[in-house]
């Protein structure tokens, strides 16, 4: 089955620093590849994005980049801000699965300090 | 639009003790999830519901059941609770179980066994 590895576990920033996330997969017929963001005692919240079609994907702040070929993704977050600390998990689903199985990588803990 | 919602929110229970998760989704999705998360491990899906009248097993079923009540309700029960069963639990739904369909979750349920 998929498996999902997400490094660092801990992202310690100074604000307006950037902070990358990164993370790789196993089944090379994964192809859609989400982040979720998860604040403390929160549930998780999508917060973007991508397919296997695509390479790179941007919203405001935030963008995921896509390597098929090595078989890893990462978000990227710029100027980082106080309310960008929080957990982050990536997550891998297959066109395959007849069903929304998505395999989570352990999570990320992003702390911002002012 | 409550979005997903589940209860309880807190619950202790002594080993061996039996309970029920309840869940509802307001969104008219076919699709709904039970996870578990643990620290340091992401989150694993327990059992998912592809549609109505649906229930197929996820990475960590051993010792729960699940019902499709309808096609807003889809509930997680707990036989005989062991300690190794204290962890945060989330129900979620989503269009359709096709990968790229956005899961949005609950608030999640806080289940201590001792």
């Known amino acids: 089955g998929e498996n999902v590895e997400q490094h660092p576990s801990t992202l310690s920033v100074q604000e307006g620093d950037s902070a990358v996330i990164k993370c790789t997969y196993s089944?090379?017929?994964?192809?859609?590849f989400p982040w979720y963001k998860q604040e403390l005692g929160k549930r998780p919240q999508l917060i973007i994005d991508?397919?296997?079609?695509?390479g790179e994907k941007k919203d405001q702040r935030i963008a995921v980049t896509l390597n098929k070929t090595a078989k890893h993704f990462s978000l990227h977050i710029t100027e980082t801000q106080p309310e960008d600390s929080a957990v982050y998990f990536c997550?891998?689903?297959?066109?395959?699965?007849?069903?929304?199985?998505?395999?989570f990588g352990a999570g990320t803990q992003v702390v911002v300090t002012p | 639009n409550a979005g997903v919602t589940q209860t309880p929110k807190f619950q202790v229970l002594k080993t061996g003790q039996s309970m029920t998760l309840q869940c509802a989704q307001d969104?008219?999705?076919?699709?709904m999830y039970w996870y578990r998360q643990d620290p340091g491990m992401g989150l694993r899906l327990i059992y998912y519901?592809?549609?109505?009248?649906?229930?197929d097993k996820g990475e960590v079923p051993n010792g729960y059941n699940v019902s499709r009540l309808n096609k807003r309700e889809f509930s997680l029960r707990l036989e005989s609770a062991a300690p190794s069963q204290t962890s945060v639990y989330f129900c979620?739904?989503?269009?359709?179980?096709?990968?790229?369909?956005?899961?949005?979750f609950g608030e999640g349920s806080w289940l201590t066994v001792v």
């Open positions: 991508i397919r296997s079609n695509v």
């Open positions: 519901s592809a549609s109505e009248g649906t229930t």
């Open positions: 997550a891998a689903s297959k066109r395959s699965d007849s069903w929304g199985k998505l395999q």
């Open positions: 979620a739904s989503s269009d359709t179980g096709a990968p790229g369909n956005t899961i949005y």
């Open positions: 089944d090379s017929a994964s192809n859609y």
């Open positions: 969104m008219n999705h076919n699709s």
